[in-house]
T-cell receptor, first 111, second 118 residues
Framework: KNQVEQSPQSLIILEGKNCTLQ??????????LRWYKQDTGRGPVSLTI?????NTKSNGRYTATLDADTKQSSLHITASQLSDSASYIC??????????FGTGTRLKVLA | NAGVTQTPKFRILKIGQSMTLQCTQD?????MYWYRQDPGMGLKLIYY???????DKGEVPNGYNVSRSTTEDFPLRLELAAPSQTSVYFC?????????????????FGEGSRLTVL
């Protein structure tokens, strides 16, 4: 069964701290993996994309990693800001219309 | 570019009423999708379309209908609304080559439509 599992479900950190979100997947075929950020009341917006051959990709303070052998990905947020408070969704793309969504990690950054 | 535009943002329906959620995109994407997002759950695909005149069912199509008369528009119709259809609905689009070079498959989402059925 195609599945994407994320942990933790929710996370609270202080402004300026780092955090890491996890994503495990069992999706086949695999085309790429994306992390999306969803602000409250808004639609998801793509942060990074990882293809099968990529291990690490950065987008500003966001760094995603992918281990295709163990089917795990992580999203590391450095020096968190209040604006990072959002849900982060891991999405595995299997080609054409096939997107498998994780349930998301809800991050709250406190001042 | 406006991207993907959905209307309305909020709507309250009574059981048995019908309504249409509108979605339009100005990126000339061939693929369009409707998802629903329920609390604590991943987005579930309701219907998708690979181009004008072509639609197909996703994971949770019951109680919904779609049409795709143009590349830009992909309305979602709810017939005989039920409380189980209370959810946040997202329209999305992507560009996918039919054959040849691979595509990144990036999804572009609208802002969502929050529907409550009472």
């Amino acid at each position: 069964k195609n599945q994407v599992e994320q942990s933790p479900q929710s996370l609270i950190i202080l402004e300026g701290k780092n955090c890491t979100l996890q994503c495990n997947y069992t999706v086949s075929p695999f085309s790429n993996l994306r992390w999306y950020k969803q602000d409250t009341g808004r639609g998801p917006v793509s942060l990074t994309i990882m293809t099968f051959s990529e291990n690490t990709k950065s987008n500003g303070r966001y760094t995603a990693t992918l281990d295709a052998d163990t089917k795990q990905s992580s999203l590391h947020i450095t020096a968190s800001q209040l604006s990072d408070s959002a849900s982060y969704i891991c999405v595995v793309y299997g080609g054409t219309y096939k997107y498998i969504f994780g349930t998301g990690t809800r991050l709250k950054v406190l001042a | 570019n406006a991207g993907v535009t959905q209307t309305p943002k909020f709507r309250i329906l009574k059981i048995g009423q019908s309504m249409t959620l509108q979605c339009t995109q100005d990126m000339n994407h061939n693929y369009m999708y409707w998802y629903r997002q329920d609390p604590g759950m991943g987005l579930k695909l309701i219907y998708y379309s690979v181009g004008a005149g072509i639609t197909d069912k996703g994971e949770v199509p019951n109680g919904y209908n779609v049409s795709r008369s143009t590349t830009e528009d992909f309305p979602l119709r709810l017939e005989l609304a039920a409380p189980s259809q209370t959810s946040v609905y997202f329209c999305a689009s992507s560009y996918s080559r039919v054959r040849g070079l691979s595509n990144t498959g990036e999804l572009f989402f609208g802002e969502g439509s929050r529907l409550t059925v009472l």
